[in-house]
């Protein structure tokens, strides 16, 4: 089945087109700047050539308009009818307590979808538009939801509930939701296939410009890092992750902050970019490290205490570990955090091998954990994408 996945943003569609029954991706892209000047769209073929075209795009309708004419495209196309594309699967960030898995797109789904706007406001209202420009463009083909809240679904109570009242987790749906969940869902059922092991204990590290930590037991999240927004957790680009909660009524005093520009502050502000000095981007705060910058060096040092810190209450919360995954941008290619992350911590069974943890670059999943090792430690690219194609076929399929 071509199922055609989309990612959409307030200003921007991610696309990939993926043959399910090869696990092919046959095109990708990216339209920017939606209703803004410049607008353009970033094409590449399954064989790697890059196509660029600037056309006015005033929004999400037109954006998919235009991804349908590139992939129907004589010369850098795939496609030669837009009823080639069997089935749409869209990335959705937040599906608040409302979703707990992947769901056909109907009528009562949208407007269910909307009451998620007050849990991750920009991004839903992207994702509705990106589900309009799809029912616009290609009213006839089956849409699905998979969503990044889902995998953490299965958390306990005593996991995702917060120390506050109880009444405001009945009247807000207050609560840990988390984030990465197709991520970290790919990579733990990647690893649980390399272990040979259906009951195995993994703790995937999602390290990204946004990063999050999750315990996975059995193919089950138990636990994960992130919170009711994606704030907590460990340090990230510009978030702060997780402070004491005192901090935010201070700041406001100290520094005549409203409640929107804290909330803009921890967000954007802080993290790498906040710590460093330097820039928000990993690869320039690890070049200040590597130059001497002090402050650089403790960005990154932040984040690695922090994420060991995850591994073993991750490992005390499901009653032992038997792997460690790193994926996403800085987990997969930056060797200085995977190592510092998991110093330490040969009480646990890791040991490292130096030589295998700097392979450079791979998109195959690489084992750096010596031969020896109790613990069995991973790097995974993930593919979000691949999960999102796959759910989706599977809904369409059944109908």
Partial sequence: MNVLVVNAGSSSLKYQLIDTATEHVLAKGNCERIGDH???????TQSGVSYTKETP????ADAI??????????????LHSVSEVEAIGHRVVHGGPYFTGSVLVTNEVVETLKECTAYAPLH????LMGIEGCRTVMPDVPEVLVFDTAFHQTMEKEAYMYGLSYDVYEEYGVRRYGAHGTSHRYVSAECARLLGRTDARIVT???????????VKGGVCVDTSMGFTPLEGVLMGTRCGT??????????????YTPQEVDTYLNKSC???????VGSDSRDVERAMNEGNERAKLAFDMLCYQIRKY?????????????VVFTAGIGEHTPYIRKQALKDLSFLGIELDDARNTFGHSNEAVKLSTDTSRVAVYMIPTNEELVIARDTAAIVASL
């Fill in 38 to 44: 410049g607008s353009r769209i970033l094409h590449k």
């Fill in 57 to 60: 795009l005033s929004n999400h």
């Fill in 65 to 78: 308009r235009l991804v349908v004419d590139v992939l129907l495209d004589a010369e850098v196309g795939c």
């Fill in 124 to 127: 839903t209202k992207a994702h």
């Fill in 205 to 215: 590290c999602h390290i990204g410009n946004g990063s999050s930590v999750s315990a």
């Fill in 243 to 256: 402070i004491d909660p005192a901090i935010v009524p201070f700041l406001m005093e100290k520094r005549g």
């Fill in 271 to 277: 993290g790498f970019l906040g710590i460093s000095g």
């Fill in 311 to 323: 591994i073993g209450s991750y490992a005390a919360a499901m009653g032992g570990l038997d792997a």
